[in-house]
């Protein structure tokens, strides 16, 4: 089946900066909730091993809220590594609940491809975004990615499975989650992606990266710089 590429309400610029920070909050108890952000920190053990360093800028693209942004501080605090953090993100209510969550970042509020290509960073994240964008913007996407990163970038995204579709339906029910996050959830997982979709979209972009499936049904696809 393909990915279904139903609205998500948050993708609506019209959303208040209540609801928009509610389902971020919602959001940051789901990351919690699946270790969303263990992938990320141990891409980043591997990277600063392999590489022997001591420094690192980061962005980390559809930032939201900034969790993953936090996350990423308090693992260069425990490794002793310097870093560089930006968010980006083009709703102005995520950096507004980023910087009062005191998220130690700098940010960029605009949609990813307005971003110069001269602003480069060691390594570009993204958690929970490419399924935003549909499979000509993701081909765009994956070759934005070594356009803005000097050593690697990551996706972390949803794998499109019933098991995930139903725990999230019906986990965001059960801990009465706000209506953005109940009706987004399971609408994101149907926007996910199988293993043949990151094959079409890498050849369609000709980049060189790495598809691994992770737990929690998730995909990390990386790969090199420019
Ligand atoms: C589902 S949220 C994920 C937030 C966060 N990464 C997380 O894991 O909780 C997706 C975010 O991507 C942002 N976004 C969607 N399309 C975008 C685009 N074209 N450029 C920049 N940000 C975008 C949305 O505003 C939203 O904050």
Redesign the pocket.
Known sequence: MPRVMAE?I??DPGQSEGDFAAA?DG??R??KLTF?HAPLLRFLDRLVSEQGLRSLSLL??????G??LRAVARWGQRRGITLDLWG????PW?ERHAMASGTPAQWIT????DLPADRRFDVVT????AH??EDA?LVRFLRWLPVHAERRWLILDLHRHWLPWAAVWAGTRLLRMHPMVTH?GPV?VMRGFDRADWGRLVAGAEVSATIRWILPFRWAVSGPGA
Do not use: P, Q, T, Y
């Open positions: 998500e948050m993708d971020l959001l940051e789901l990351n969303a980390d693209v559809g930032a939201g809220g969790d993953a980006l993100d083009r709703s995520a605009c949609d990813l491809f993204c958690s929970l975004f935003h964008l913007a987004d994101s």
